[in-house]
């Protein structure tokens, strides 16, 4: 028989730890700690699929499937030795949502199901505890209320703050069983107000409901987003537990509790979390009380401590990973609620994987599959600089839950989060989180919260995300209605108004007013290092270079780990004030020697950058690009010119003088300011292009103007030659940007050829070796790349400009309907940040095949920005390219994406050339 519900506690489980799929995390590792024969209260498990059923069938489930539950409920009564609904000793419990991924607070739990007026009575009579029984229905009550009948919690809230008010309380626990029976009765009248219909006595119906409800809670609207946030697929669904209830609210021997086997923030092995005597479920998260450190729960309970640091390594040992643990203590007896491996910031994600490789829980190729390629960010993220921290006035120092700095404007919602983002960095400051925040969160460069430790729901959520986080810092006074929050700073009181300025550290807990300026992070941090030596060791001869345009890039890139430059744009080389003036002398220039007088002054210029680059690269192979204008961004504008022109007769001295001085540089001994500028209209209107994107561009330029490509080729080889007279080796690739025809190429690469034979000769150096190969960024080149092979030594495919020539897509605007297209799911993801794999990927792949079956040792590589992405490095790695070049600071991310894209198996090495 098919089986839709599985039955767990007391040493045995239908289900195990494997079966995620259709019992969920939480179903499995109930499952699995049953079975290991920890202290799990029982219960059984409706798995996904109901979850599916039900939603397919209308939001019902079939009859078969309520047999097979009822008939699970029998079991679960009989171990429990008490009935569902019994007045005089009645069995609770809890329903608890649970989906094969873990998705923190995103979906619903309702606990104390089964309590009714007749039930509570029995329960206060049994237990002798009349709070207790109270306690527990008032919270049931408005659970149930919110999960199941959709009312809004406010309202429950508003009458249990009105109570306490009233019965001077401090802390809920000061409340007495009168005042809850008091709460109770206004709570049950908020229910027949808000349904028309009295709270549900029937605790057979509370349960259907409790688990349909449940169900539902798939789609809330937070559930969606961080579903598709984390990339969850929709159709997974999620199980429903219902377990035994056990009480952490029974008085103060009772108690509730969450922690974590090594610190999530940092790595480090220490025991981690906290707990809150004489409390139920999720209150130490919630803040309702300041939860204490786990490491006094010795001090309370020494027997219950050390059974639960021997049940939580055990965990630890069993799943190997750092494990996330829920548990309940009822009077002085431990019961494990939930165990599942915990969710970690970057740094803690390096350590964990290290120091467990290091106690040989796991092993290199487990370790390195650890870290998500995308958290490694985190480590290579800016801090602040000291210096200017000294500037800024510091308001506080809170709890820090999330480590790295970030700045930016204050939002005090997650809605004004959300909009401010579109403009400026925002950091959301906020009284405390909730699930209902995810999205502002999301938009956020980080996060304040007033409340809350380190497990509070901002804290793990921004660990989540690797969003830099501070929690619990008190100081902060906030008004989220009116926007403004108050700190008093050394006996003044300052005020903080939304999109004011402010810098937060999450890894020291420090918040400070102002914009802090940042510090690049150290790349050699010793366990960072050893974490991605190991990685290094799977990946082979497959090579990650870095795309650099100036000597600096080039040693950061070094410093983090880049085998090479895979592109230097030459003509960023040209935007610095020393060098605009003759690069615009050199597009202005109407004749070939006007053009060659200005070229001369530059070649100094390059021939200094390239010798810099080599240097920095140490011997590894520098691929450079001849000139890829746009033109006109080194021009003025056009509709500046017309105006400056119009004005000019009218123009005051002062008028004249700055307009002399705008244009200085275009000056000519004996030419009126009006005759510079007319010139320069007419130049400009000349090369004015009507779609520049697919005009003058790339090698178009270079044969035009052949001496362009001429004196880079010489830079490019004196550069080299002088690099290499100190004896360091030096291998330059000269590439031709954007070529569509094999012709192109063939024109510039006879042009480079020329000039790099002539300066070697000179030098009388004719060993140096250098290549000559193009960029792949039409997809004209693509489709002809057997012919292209035949004089191309390698090809480096441009993935920027090929995905906008092959999709026809400017990447400038479609950020204008980025949103649009990607929410009707027309691109499933950005394709300018996640490489198509079938339209752009396939031109890749046939490109590859034809460049190496005409010429094998053609060597092949990636240097869109693409290169630094994981999941495109992994493409890139099974297509047999021989590295990725990305920006410096992506270098360790596509390091650690080609290891395991080797770990994961089809290594391609076969095709590989280097
Ligand atoms: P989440 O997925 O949001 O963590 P859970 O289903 O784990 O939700 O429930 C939240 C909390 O409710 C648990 O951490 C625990 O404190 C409490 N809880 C759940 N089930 C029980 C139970 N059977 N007995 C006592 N407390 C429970
Ligand atoms: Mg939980
Ligand atoms: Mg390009």
């Known amino acids: 028989m098919h089986r839709y519900v599985y039955a767990f506690g007391n040493g045995t489980a239908d289900g195990d730890g494997t079966m ?47 047999r097979e539950a009822a008939e699970a409920l029998a079991v679960l009564e009989k171990r429990i030795g008490k009935k569902l609904g019994d007045a005089a000793d009645p069995l609770l419990l809890s329903v608890r949502s649970g989906a094969k991924f873990s998705m923190p607070g995103m979906m619903n739990t309702i606990l104390n199901l089964g309590l009714n007026d007749a039930t509570t009575q029995g329960l206060a009579a049994k237990t002798g505890n009349e709070r207790f029984a109270y306690d527990c229905y008032r919270r049931f009550i408005q659970m149930f209320g919110e999960v199941a009948l959709e009312i809004d919690m406010s309202k429950f809230d508003e009458v249990f703050d009105a109570r306490k008010h009233k019965a001077k309380a401090k802390l809920d626990t000061d409340l007495t069983a009168q005042d809850l029976e008091a709460v109770i009765a206004e709570y049950k009248k908020i229910v027949k107000k808000e349904t028309k219909k009295d709270f549900p006595q029937n605790a057979r119906e509370q349960l259907k409901l409790a688990r349909n409800a449940v169900f539902n809670s798939w789609w809330n609207p937070k559930a969606g987003y961080y579903r598709k946030m984390e990339r969850i697929p929709d159709n997974l669904g999620t199980a429903a537990n219902v377990q035994a209830m056990v009480f952490g609210n029974m008085g103060d021997t009772s108690c509730t509790g969450v922690g974590f086997t090594r610190d999530p923030g940092s790595g480090e092995k220490v025991f981690y979390g906290e707990f809150l005597v004489n409390a139920q479920g999720e209150d130490v998260v919630a803040g309702i009380r300041t939860p204490q450190p786990i490491s006094e729960l010795t001090a309370w309970n020494e027997g219950v401590y050390s059974q639960l640091v021997e049940i939580t390594t055990r965990l630890e040992k069993h799943y190997k990973d750092m494990q996330d643990f829920e548990f309940t203590v009822q009077e002085g007896k431990l019961y494990m609620l939930q165990t599942r491996n915990g969710k970690r910031t970057g740094p803690a994600a390096v350590r964990v994987a290290v120091e467990m490789q290091e106690e040989g829980l796991i092993d290199e190729r487990t370790a390195v599959l650890r870290v998500a390629p995308s958290q490694l960010d985190q480590l290579l993220h800016p801090v602040f600089s000291q210096a200017s921290l000294g500037k800024l006035t510091k308001l506080t120092r809170g709890t820090d839950a999330s480590p790295g700095a970030a700045v930016g404007r204050v939002a005090f919602s997650a809605d004004d989060a959300v909009e401010m983002s579109e403009k400026a960095p925002v950091i959301l400051l906020r009284k405390e989180t909730t699930p209902d925040d995810i999205h502002g969160m999301d938009a956020a460069k980080g996060i304040v919260t007033a409340i809350g430790g380190k497990s509070s729901h901002a804290a793990v959520v921004a660990r989540g995300m690797g969003r830099p986080c501070v929690v619990g810092a008190g100081a902060i006074e906030i008004s989220e209605r009116a926007k403004t929050a108050t700190v008093a700073v050394s006996g003044k009181t300052l005020t903080v108004k939304e999109g004011d300025w402010i810098s937060m550290d999450g890894t020291t807990g420090d918040v400070y007013l102002g914009q802090a300026e940042t510090q690049d992070p150290d790349p050699h941090s010793p366990l960072f290092a050893k974490f991605m030596s190991m990685a290094d060791r799977f990946r082979g001869g497959f090579g990650v270079r870095a795309n ?40 202005l220039a109407r004749d070939e020697k006007t053009r060659r007088k200005a070229l001369a002054k530059l070649l100094p210029m390059q021939r200094r950058d390239f010798a810099g680059l080599f240097e920095a690269m140490e011997g590894f192979p520098v691929v450079i690009r001849t000139l890829d204008p746009p033109l006109h961004e080194f021009l003025p504008k056009r509709e500046e010119l017309m105006v400056d022109l119009a004005v000019l007769p009218a123009a005051d001295a002062k008028k004249k003088k700055e307009l002399g001085a705008k244009y200085k540089r275009f000056s000519a001994a004996g030419k009126t300011l009006k005759a510079v500028l007319q010139g320069l209209l007419s130049r400009v209107e000349e090369l004015h292009e009507f779609n520049p994107m697919l005009g003058l561009r790339g090698c178009r330029l270079g044969i035009l103007y052949p001496e362009i490509t001429e004196m880079q080729a010489r830079a490019i080889l004196e550069a080299a030659l002088q690099v290499s007279k100190k004896g360091k080796k030096v291998i330059p690739e000269i590439m031709i940007p954007l070529i569509g025809d094999v012709k192109e190429l063939e024109n510039q690469k006879k042009i480079v050829v020329q000039a790099a034979e002539e300066a070697l000769r000179k030098a009388g150096r004719t060993d140096l070796k250098y290549l000559v190969g193009t960029m792949i960024e039409i997809p004209r080149a693509a489709l002809t790349a057997a012919s292209v092979a035949r004089e191309a030594e390698f090809f480096s495919f441009g993935t920027n400009d090929l995905t906008q020539t092959t999709m026809g897509l400017s990447r400038d605007d479609y950020t204008k309907f980025q949103k649009d297209y990607e929410e009707r799911k027309i691109f499933a993801q950005d394709p300018f940040g996640v490489l198509d794999r079938e339209g752009v990927g396939k031109l890749i792949q046939m490109a590859v095949k034809a460049g190496r079956e005409a010429r094998p040792a053609l060597e092949v590589g990636i240097c869109g920005e693409h290169g630094g992405e994981p999941s495109s490095v992994e493409f890139c790695y099974r297509t047999g390219m021989d590295y990725v070049s990305c920006s410096p600071y992506r270098v360790p991310i596509a390091r650690l994406a080609a290891a395991q894209a080797a770990i994961e198996g089809d290594r391609s090495e076969a095709t590989r050339t280097a």
Not at 40 to 50: A, H, K, L, Q, Y
Not at 556 to 567: S, Y
């Open 548 to 587: 650099a345009d100036i000597p600096r890039d080039a040693e950061v890139a070094r410093k983090f780990g880049a085998e090479g430059i895979g592109l230097c744009r030459t003509e960023h080389m040209f935007f610095a004030e020393d060098r605009i003036a003759h690069m615009q002398a050199m597009i």
């Open 20 to 66: 995620k799929d259709a019992l969920g995390g939480k179903g499995a590792g109930l499952a699995e700690m049953s079975r290991a024969g920890m202290p799990v209260p029982p219960g059984f498990t409706v798995s996904t699929e109901v979850c599916n059923i039900f939603f397919e069938a209308n939001r019902t489930v079939p009859d078969e499937i309520e």
